[in-house]
Nanobody, 117 residues
Framework: QVQLAESGGGLVQAGGSLRLSCAASGSFFGIGTWGWYRQAPGKQRELVAVITSGGSTDYADSMEGRFTISRDNAKNTLYLRMNSLKPEDTAVYYC???????????WGQGTQVTVSS
């Protein structure tokens, strides 16, 4: 079991920055990837960025260059640094952890990010 708790969301003006954190606890055995997803009102949840247990990263096209995913293994914390925020980045942001063997995905409760124009 993995428990995930996001924090760091809030209200920011367009062009601003935020850093989201996701504190993880439990057993990480088998976890192959950690990721950030987001869901805007009326839209499906979409990938923001993922990082593998080996440190490789991948981003959605619209976020690459503005967002940075990282993980502090000593603190068991996943981060998402978001720069140059746009109103269309407004969404609930979720972190997840995916077991490479069972394909089971754990989700946090989400944190709201609102970008005003």
């Amino acid at each position: 079991q993995v428990q995930l708790a996001e924090s760091g969301g809030g209200l920011v003006q367009a062009g601003g920055s935020l850093r989201l954190s996701c504190a993880a606890s439990g057993s990480f055995f088998g976890i192959g990837t950690w990721g950030w997803y987001r869901q805007a009102p009326g839209k499906q949840r979409e990938l923001v960025a993922v990082i593998t247990s080996g440190g490789s990263t991948d981003y959605a096209d619209s976020m690459e260059g503005r967002f940075t995913i990282s993980r502090d293994n000593a603190k068991n914390t996943l981060y998402l640094r978001m720069n140059s925020l746009k109103p269309e980045d407004t969404a609930v942001y979720y972190c997840n952890a995916r077991n490479a063997w069972t394909k089971y995905t754990y989700w946090g409760q989400g944190t709201q990010v609102t970008v005003s124009s």
